[in-house]
């Protein structure tokens, strides 16, 4: 804020004044009356009297041109908890719509929790829902912490760093996504004070030293500046420097690994203009002016954040040779980007009234967040699922996607165009065939990068998959496909589990019979806490439990005799045969000598040794290996699927390495897949790349997929991984080559 001394009573009331009516400012001073007498006697951790905390929360607010209802939240939000008021009694002295955001607010909580973790992620959860219901109790919760904030010295240090992690965490992260950067950025750096306090010292320290040359550099921006807009002869432009943040600083140091003395934009020009094409105008005076830096620019105008956050952005190469960073904004843009969704909600335009606020309005692009939490708290699990919910999909990097009309939607980074299918409509992710991105078609696997064009391709016919759970990253998308399949019937989803069940139970190479008895899956069952066996077979198929965890509990019995018998066998093999198997000189062991030689079997020696065909190891690659019955040790890569699948099943499996890293012998079979757009020559590119080299080239296969992509299939010889990897890295650097891969058989 740009205001952080004390307020007085007089002080706030004189604030509102100056923007409501008579009548609305008389209902704020009864209530910082009434919060004056009630608090009468109580004092902070600080020795002050209690009364100055609701004053400089309603301040605040009163700053942020709140309405009545707000404002006087901020004098009454710790009445019900700390004096003896109840909410009945604010209820019957300002209506129901204070009382509701006064118990929105509230702190208290009756529940009795198993940790202080579970209790935190608990307020937070009722902090959250309760916004959702009205989204001025987030408001005010924020001028609640941020005058904490600013009183934090009074605390224990644990206390400090507690509050000041949670805020960084939580309240933060909803400042900004409301578009209050006003207390966003000094609830940031009020908790860098307190977590690191040595880096915030010494960060400010240094800007203080650089401060009179930082004014000067922007001094000379500005006026520049003026000068190359002077000629457009605009109404009422205001260019002005603006520093930045310590916490941005530090987060700049941190994630880019700088040094302080390597940040050059310590400050920035911001100009204010009254309209939209002035911004464009202004834009353009400077970049003839100064050369913009590439890739530095944003149009948050033609396209803005989601909490409706405006400008544009740009970089130059200013005064002096030296970087400068410039926004251009109109006036209202800039009363947005400070004060966020309190800027323009639909209330402030009643004149302060107490009309309830209408959550449900979708044309309010502010409100994308509270749809998210309501939608969130559906299928939530418990408080702490819910935190990690909101978290991860609201306060998480965000992309920016276009349907082919233009239309944006914004996504959590890391979504798929199952996910975007979803958030444009439930029935058209239901309904989901395929998708492309840019007119090429992509698998619904695919990693939404800001810009894309995403066509979401639907059949009226189509069905969702319970493959699709593992294909979203959403928790919006993945509540969705849980929600289609709990409506089947529940015989339906019973018997989909039993399918299910039975299909992977037959993938692990396990007879279904012996699994899947009636015994079995009651005692599962029971083990996993559900009333019935039906009861658990229908969370299955609704997509509640996942499958695997289910698998591994029914055949865990199966499995444990099974390496017992595995261990037996293994050091039967080991003591009665292992001389059985000594290599002789035959046409075959010769010919597995120019390969297998310089595998090194942890305590046996002369057995016969093989390289595994199936994932082609070669030296320098983590390898395990398996006994077979009477053929010596196969060698294999740790990732082979039969390692795996051997490893599962309890079979017999042995240490290995390689006696040399780097090889000792030249020619060690490798197999890739390498796959590309469907161009002229790109076979010729890749037999070159491979050619330059190695000079073993075993087999080369190409084909054209049914999506129209290219795929190679190459068998080379190479000395070890090292020469293998750099092989690869040559082939990935290739044009419409999209992905090289070492291939399993």
């Not at 909410?87 to 208290?108: E, H, M, N, S, Y």
């Not at 402030?348 to 209408?358: D, F, L, R, T, Y």
Request: one cysteine or more.
């Amino acid at each position: 804020m740009a205001r952080t001394k004390d307020y007085t009573g007089q002080e706030v009331l004189d604030m509102v004044n100056e923007y409501m009516s008579s009548e609305d400012a008389e209902k704020v001073k009864a209530a910082y009356e009434w919060a004056t007498d009630l608090h009468k006697t109580q004092k902070r951790k600080s020795g002050q009297p209690y009364i100055i905390h609701p004053i400089q929360v309603a301040g605040i607010l009163a700053e942020l041109k709140m309405d009545t209802a707000t404002v006087i939240s901020g004098y009454l939000h710790d009445v019900v908890e700390d004096t003896p008021a109840t909410l009945a009694d604010v209820q019957a002295r300002f209506g129901d719509t204070i009382a509701q955001i006064i118990d929105g607010v509230t702190k208290i909580s009756k529940i009795q929790y198993q940790s202080s973790q579970e209790q935190l992620a608990e307020n937070h959860r009722k902090l959250l829902l309760a916004m959702s219901k009205d989204i001025r109790v987030i408001i005010v919760k924020l001028a609640d912490r941020l005058h904490n904030m600013r009183t934090l010295g009074a605390l224990r240090d644990d206390k400090q760093k507690r509050i000041a992690n949670e805020t960084l965490d939580i309240y933060a992260p909803l400042a900004d996504r409301l578009g209050i950067s006003a207390i966003k950025w000094e609830l940031e750096d009020l908790s860098l004070s307190f977590i690191n306090p040595e880096q915030y010292h010494r960060i400010a320290s240094l800007m203080n030293m650089k401060r009179d040359e930082r004014i000067s550099y922007v001094n000379e921006a500005v006026q520049e500046i003026e000068n190359a807009i002077h000629e457009l002869e605009l109404q009422d432009v205001e260019v002005y420097g603006r520093p930045k943040h310590i916490y941005s600083i530090y987060r700049k140091m941190t994630d880019k690994h700088k040094a302080f003395e390597e940040i050059y934009d310590l400050s920035a020009v911001r100009i204010l203009t009254d309209s939209i094409p002035d911004t464009y105008a202004v834009l353009g005076a400077i970049h003839s002016k100064w050369t913009p830096i590439p890739g530095r620019f944003k149009d948050y105008i033609a396209l803005p954040k989601a909490n409706g956050y405006q400008s544009l952005h740009t970089t130059v190469i200013g005064p002096g040779g030296r970087p400068l960073e410039v926004q251009i904004r109109t006036h209202h843009m800039h009363e947005v980007a400070e004060f966020g969704v309190a800027a323009h909600w639909a209330y402030k335009q009643n004149k302060g009234s107490n009309k309830e606020a209408n959550v449900k309005d979708k044309s309010e692009q502010t409100l994308n967040v509270i749809q998210g939490i309501l939608e969130l708290q559906e299928n939530a699990k418990n408080a702490e699922d819910f935190m990690d919910s909101v978290q991860g999909d609201l306060f998480s990097d965000r992309v920016y996607a276009f349907t082919p009309r233009g239309d944006v939607f914004e996504l959590a980074k890391g979504a798929g165009p199952l996910d975007m299918a979803f958030s444009i409509h439930t029935n058209v992710g239901i309904k989901t065939t395929g998708a492309k991105v840019n007119g090429r078609i992509v698998p619904l696997d695919y990693k939404i990068k800001t810009g894309d064009i995403i066509e979401i391709t639907t059949s009226a016919n189509a069905k969702p998959s319970r493959d699709w759970l593992e294909l979203v990253s959403t928790r919006r998308a993945r509540n969705k496909i849980k929600q289609y399949f709990k409506q089947l019937d529940r015989d339906d989803n019973i018997e989909a589990a039993r399918e299910l069940l039975s299909n992977s139970i037959k993938d692990g190479g396990y007879n279904v019979n012996d699994i899947l008895t009636a015994d079995n899956i009651q005692e599962v069952s029971e083990k996993m806490h559900y009333h019935s066996s039906d009861d658990m077979l229908a969370a299955i198929g609704f997509g509640d439990v996942a499958l695997p965890g289910v698998v591994n509990k029914l055949t865990e019995k199966i499995r444990e005799a099974q390496q017992e018998a595995a261990a037996q066998e293994l050091q039967r093999e080991m003591l009665e045969e292992g001389h059985g198997i000594k290599r002789d000189e035959t046409a075959f062991t010769k010919r597995q000598k120019a390969s297998a030689d310089d595998i090194v079997i942890a305590g046996v020696d002369n057995l016969l040794v093989r390289l595994g065909r199936c994932c082609t190891p070669v030296p320098g690659d983590a390898v395990k290996g398996y006994i077979t019955k009477g053929r010596g040790i196969s060698v294999h890569r740790l990732g082979c699927p039969n390692i795996r699948a051997a490893e599962a099943q309890g079979q017999r499996l042995v240490d290995v390495a390689w006696e040399d890293d780097s090889g000792l012998k030249p020619n060690y079979d490798a197999d890739l897949t390498v796959r590309g757009e469907n161009r002229n020559g790109l076979l010729n590119d890749v037999l070159r790349s491979v050619n330059g080299r190695t000079k073993y080239v075993n087999s080369v296969n190409g084909h054209v997929t049914k999506n129209g992509m290219a795929q190679v299939a190459l068998s080379i010889g190479v000395r070890n991984v090292e020469q293998l990897t750099v092989i690869m890295d040559a082939l990935n650097n290739l044009p419409s080559v999209y992905d090289v891969e070492r291939a399993f058989h």
